[in-house]
């Protein structure tokens, strides 16, 4: 597991807001996940992100372009985005509170690559 960055601060202010207590502040990439996206049935439809490219998950967590909540999820969800390739962005989703073999955790649980218009309507509530 690696420690990649410290949490938005518009995601604990957002939190606050809705009664939620952060754990940590810390947000993580796990190996499993990077195994599980290295392959990804998406990339054939060209949505995953190349392993070549995967120093933009560390860039997007950082210095996100835009932060939003994910308002269709059960639990609660947010994603970051960051520019990619003219009209795109990578999109990486993070699960605040996340519950790990006995730990508590704030994990970067998928990402991709996605059209900047995808992230309109009602599933994406912008809280940056």
Known sequence: MCMVCTIAEEIVTDMEIM???LFCRNVFVTQRQI????????STKGANLPLSEYSLIEKALKNPA???EDT???RLVYVYTYPYHEK???KVV???NYKMKGLILN???SWGVVEGTKMGGRQYRRIK
């Open 66 to 68: 835009c932060i939003y």
């Open 107 to 109: 994990i970067a649980k």
């Open 72 to 74: 269709v999820q059960n």
């Open 88 to 90: 795109y962005f990578v």
């Open 35 to 42: 195994f599980k996206y290295r392959n990804h049935p998406k």
């Open 94 to 96: 993070v699960e605040p």
């Open 19 to 21: 009664g939620e207590g």
